[in-house]
């Protein structure tokens, strides 16, 4: 069956090796559009690991001035989870407001937007050293395929550990290894 939904995906132009269940992509789809207050029409995939490589390279080329970015990923323990952000990634260096970026994790089909207090911190990109970082919570070093310090911190958007019982959310544990990392271009209707 997980064939089956790989080739209605790639019929839609995504080649992907994360969304395996229907009721993730869904379940996005419907936050996503739920959040944004605009109708969801398709992904556009700009970047997958596997194929275009994994390096911060490979990964701020691809989405480089694209805005409406939605980065997916899972883990050495099969762990899925991302983040969702408006702004566009610039590699400025500096980190960027975003009122609509959350993180979110599609094992749990959880959403957690980030804390008013903390939205002119939504996301930053340092091109030196980290593909994505969504707040203090999820960074994405370079080489994440063999990296072991990529690393949630659960606690930026006052998702800290004490508060969740000692468990990492997202990818169950505090440090891991990415064994995939899509990007896509979100695109709603006008």
Not at 1 to 21: E, P, Y
Not at 141 to 157: A, H, M, P, R, W
Not at 165 to 175: D, I, T
Request: hydrophobic share 35%.
């Amino acid at each position: 069956q997980s064939m089956t939904i790989k080739m209605n995906f790639l019929d839609m132009g995504i080649d992907t090796d994360i969304f395996l269940v229907e009721d993730q992509y869904d379940f996005i789809v419907e936050k996503l559009s739920l959040i944004m207050k605009k109708k969801f029409l398709r992904l556009d995939q700009i970047y997958k690991a596997s194929c275009n490589g994994d390096n911060i390279n490979a990964f701020h080329q691809s989405r480089k001035n694209i805005p409406n970015t939605l980065i997916l990923i899972i883990t050495d323990e099969k762990r899925k989870f991302g983040g969702f952000t408006q702004a566009i990634w610039d590699c400025s260096n500096k980190y960027k407001y975003d009122n609509k970026a959350f993180l979110f994790s599609l094992d749990n089909y959880e959403i957690y937007p980030i804390l008013d207090k903390y939205k002119d911190k939504a996301i930053n990109c340092r091109e030196n050293f980290y593909a994505p970082i969504f707040g203090e919570d999820l960074f994405i070093f370079d080489g994440f395929f063999s990296s072991q310090l990529n690393k949630t911190i659960e606690k930026y958007y006052n998702y800290s550990k004490s508060k969740i019982k000692g468990k990492f959310k997202l990818s169950g544990q505090e440090y891991f290894t990415v064994t995939e990392m899509e990007v896509y271009q979100v695109i709603f209707s006008n």
